[in-house]
């Protein structure tokens, strides 16, 4: 069975403290790594799709990395703005969305 | 280009009861599916429409169930309700070719509706 596993549950940084979050998946043919941002009331946003190890993408402040058994989102001098629930996501047969990671970035 | 849109945002319902959520998806997109998002949860896959059938199934009960329609809107349905089906429900919409194989493309998601069993 595909899994999908989200580490720290929740993280509290300073603004401009960069961290990175981690997804560790477990899945039978792999066809893509996602990671959306959610925020509270809302439907998750797509930020990144990764396809094979070694793969990196950016996007502003964020960077996604993709290894064969973890993907890494790097958050570089976060701010305030950049609190959110990140949601990691494998799709080999379908969509398993980890637990998320919920970020709060103090001014 | 609109979004996908979901209607009703909140809705209360008694144990037993059933309930239909709506979902229009994106324009351009012609496949949906239906994720349950429980508090503090990831979403969870409970099913894909892809040309007005369900090509996809998660791990749930078969009192929850699905049409897609011809101009790609949704419903979800679920029959008896329990008080474990309070959650959030989201509808994403994609672009999908129907091939097997095929690369999974991007998730655009609606608001969700917000289902509280009493």
């Known amino acids: 069975e595909d899994q999908v596993t989200q580490s720290p549950e929740a993280l509290r940084l300073q603004e401009g403290e960069s961290s990175s979050l981690n997804c560790s998946y477990t899945?039978?043919?792999?066809?893509?790594l996602f990671w959306y941002r959610q925020d509270p009331g809302k439907g998750p946003e797509f930020l990144f799709t990764?396809?094979?190890a070694g793969e990196e993408k950016e996007k502003e402040r964020l960077k996604a990395t993709l290894t064969k058994k973890e993907s890494f989102l790097h958050i570089t001098a976060p701010k305030p703005e950049d609190s959110a629930t990140y949601l990691c996501a494998s799709y080999g047969q379908n969509f398993v969305f980890g637990p998320g990671t919920r970020l709060s970035v103090l001014p | 280009e609109t979004g996908v849109t979901q209607s009703p945002t909140h809705l209360i319902k008694t144990r037993g009861q059933q309930v239909t959520l709506r979902c229009s998806s994106q324009s351009g997109h012609n496949t949906v599916s239906w994720y349950q998002q429980a508090l503090g949860q990831g979403p969870q896959f409970i099913f894909q429409?892809?040309?007005?059938?369900?090509?996809g199934r998660g791990n749930f009960p078969p009192r929850f169930s699905g049409l897609q329609f011809p101009n790609y809107s949704s419903e979800l349905n679920v029959n008896a309700l329990e008080l474990d089906d309070s959650a959030l429900y989201l509808c994403?919409?994609?672009?999908?070719?129907?091939?097997?194989?095929?690369?999974?493309?991007?998730?655009?998601f609606g608001a969700g509706s917000r289902l509280t069993v009493l």
């Open positions: 990764l396809y094979s």
């Open positions: 994403a919409s994609s672009l999908e070719s129907g091939r097997a194989y095929s690369g999974a493309n991007v998730l655009t």
């Open positions: 899945v039978s043919g792999l066809r893509g």
């Open positions: 429409y892809y040309r007005e059938e369900e090509n």
